[in-house]
């Protein structure tokens, strides 16, 4: 065998990742070759020397500091990405199919001119729709507020929709959003407090970019 | 034969490396990420608190700069937050961490300019701290061992990327091949070709502290 051919194998051999045979081939070149065992001794010598580089001390607040830009807003996932996600799911693919369903019905029973003043003028058609909304699951972030808030006005309705009204629907939205968006803030001030005490050379000017943001507009998403 | 001498050594022992039965070995992240994706804010935060040392170590480790690398430990977890919703359990969560650090990485490695590193690393050398340890191993040759692991650090740093990278994920974050295979989408194989030309190449860079750590071991 070769030298070349043996000394690719060193690291595998140092590592004990080779098979018996050719284990004890390297063995038996070893034995008589003291290049090659000179090199194997280096090669183990620079492994001994990686290995022993020291755990690095960590620094303070990385943690906190991504939770707290998280909470701002960042590292969200791009909206059109997310609609795509989304569409993909149960709830969304039923909505899309109740939606494709009630302009069809509308177009069926002629009268989309009604349907497509207000919201308040309930056609036929509308009701049908409604009716063919499914009821919400278990409630969510902020971005399933309003959807919640719509579909749990249906839900107690069951295809009734006198007592569903576009207003009622986005009040309640508005106070789960005030809601969320509150304790929200509360956890931007307790991240912000955190770096403050984690004693890191940018945790003060980070933590006072954090402070002077409290009117953060966490949920921007309006119904219409 | 000196190899037998050598393998008693407990400075070469093998690393500890976990056995790379993936994928029946389950993932102990895989509760905190389900919690996750269903919405519990806190389980990322739990995940972040777990994942943040080995990202910056492997950050700091390919970039050799504490600064840069806890600037890529942050984007990092911030991408991960971007993207690990979409993770469905193909590979363990570590490993999609792993990827995504590395990615992160090698995208910070290419915008800098190579010059801003090299003055950055020389302030550092100057300063005398390029990584400090949090708790020295054996304070009695630590003099000695900064040294050289100063220079250690360096030579990586001289290292193309790729090659840097399976040898920092197998010899200093001691993940087994398969997974390095899995972080860096390329065959095992590769992965065993690379480890062996970055230990060449770091064994002739650091040629005086070999002779001498080979000796040392030797006698």
């Known amino acids: ?224 | 034969m000196t190899y037998e001498l050598v393998e008693h050594n407990p400075a070469a022992a093998p690393i500890a490396r976990e056995v790379d039965t993936y994928p029946e070995i389950v993932d102990p992240d895989a509760e905190l990420v389900s919690r996750w994706q269903a919405g519990d804010a806190s389980a990322f935060e739990t995940l972040v608190r777990r994942h943040e040392r080995p990202v910056f170590r492997l950050a700091l480790r390919m970039l050799g700069n504490r600064e840069e690398a806890e600037d890529v430990t942050q984007e990092a977890l911030l991408s991960l937050h971007r993207h690990g919703r979409s993770f469905r359990g193909e590979s363990r969560f570590s490993t999609f961490v792993y990827r995504v650090a590395a990615n992160a990485a090698l995208n910070r490695r290419r915008t800098l300019g190579r010059s801003r590193a090299r003055e950055r690393l020389l302030a550092e050398r100057q300063t005398g701290g390029i990584d400090l340890p949090s708790s020295p191993r054996d304070p009695g040759d630590a003099a000695a061992g900064a040294q050289a692991q100063a220079r250690v650090h360096e030579a990586l740093q001289e290292l193309p990327p790729d090659l840097r990278l399976a040898v920092v994920l197998y010899d200093i974050e001691g993940m087994p091949y398969g997974e390095i295979a899995r972080v860096l989408e390329v065959p095992e194989g590769t992965v065993k070709s690379r480890i062996h030309r970055a230990r060449n190449a770091l064994r002739e860079r650091l040629r005086s502290f070999v002779t001498q750590e080979s000796e040392g071991v030797d006698s």
């Open chain 1, 1 to 224: 065998m070769k030298h070349s051919q043996i000394r690719a194998q060193l690291s595998e051999y140092l590592e004990r990742d080779l098979s018996g045979e050719g284990r004890a081939r390297i063995d038996a070149h070893l034995e008589d070759c003291l290049d090659c065992d000179r090199e194997l001794n280096e090669l183990r010598a620079t492994v001994s020397l990686l290995r022993r580089l020291p755990e690095p001390a960590l620094p303070p607040g990385i943690g906190t500091a991504v939770m707290a830009r998280i909470a701002l807003g960042e590292g969200r996932e791009a909206r059109v990405h997310s609609l795509l996600r989304r569409t993909a799911e149960p709830r969304f693919a039923a909505l899309l199919a109740a939606g494709l369903a009630g302009v069809f019905f509308l177009f069926q029973s002629g009268d989309i001119g009604l349907a497509t003043q207000t919201s308040r003028a309930v056609a036929p058609g509308t009701r049908a729709l409604v009716a063919a909304m499914p009821i919400a699951a278990e409630g969510g972030g902020s971005e399933d507020a309003w959807l919640n808030a719509r579909d749990s006005g249906l839900g107690s309705q069951a295809g009734v929709t006198s007592g569903f009204t576009p207003a009622a629907a986005y009040q309640q939205y508005r106070s789960q959003t005030r809601r969320q968006e509150a304790e929200r803030r509360a956890q931007i001030q307790e991240y912000a407090r955190q770096l403050r005490g984690a004693g890191h050379p940018n945790s003060a000017s980070l933590a006072s970019h954090f402070e002077a943001r409290p009117n953060v507009v966490l949920a921007d998403w309006q119904p219409r």
